[in-house]
Nanobody
C-alpha cells in the first residue's frame, strides 16, 4: 500500500518561510506526478503546485513567484519551499502522488500538515 508522509508545517510570521516535505513509500512505488494542495477552513481544497515525472511544474497564481516545488526521485520525496508567506496561505497542506507499483495504479493523499501564518 502506498503511503505519503508530510512534514514541515508549523506557525510562521508573515513574510517568513517554511519547507514542506512529503516522502512516499514503498520505494518500489514508481511515481508519475506529485503535487501539493491546501484547504483552508470553509473552503474547497485547491491545487498549490504540481510537478510531473520530467520536472514540469505548475503553480496556482496566488503562489507563483513565492513557492517552489521540487522532487528527489531517488528518495521518492517532493518538497514545497514557501517564501514570503501571507496570512491567506494558512491552511492544511496535503501531498498527492500518483504512479505504479507493478501493474497497479495508485493515486494517494497524505494526512496533511497545518501551516499557520500569523503575527
Amino acid at each position: 500500500q502506498v503511503q505519503l508522509v508530510e512534514s514541515g508545517g508549523g506557525l510562521v510570521q508573515p513574510g517568513g518561510s517554511l519547507r514542506l516535505s512529503c516522502a512516499a513509500s514503498p520505494s518500489i512505488f514508481s511515481i508519475n506526478a506529485m503535487g501539493w494542495y491546501r484547504q483552508a477552513p470553509g473552503k474547497q481544497r485547491e491545487l498549490v503546485a504540481h510537478i510531473t515525472s520530467d520536472g514540469t511544474t505548475n503553480y496556482a497564481a496566488s503562489v507563483k513567484g513565492r513557492f517552489t516545488i521540487s522532487r528527489d526521485n531517488a528518495k521518492n520525496t517532493v518538497y514545497l519551499q514557501m517564501n514570503s508567506l501571507k496570512p491567506e496561505d494558512t491552511a492544511v497542506y496535503y501531498c498527492n502522488a500518483d504512479g505504479w507499483i507493478g501493474l497497479r495504479w495508485y493515486a494517494n493523499w497524505g494526512q496533511g500538515t497545518q501551516v499557520t501564518v500569523s503575527s
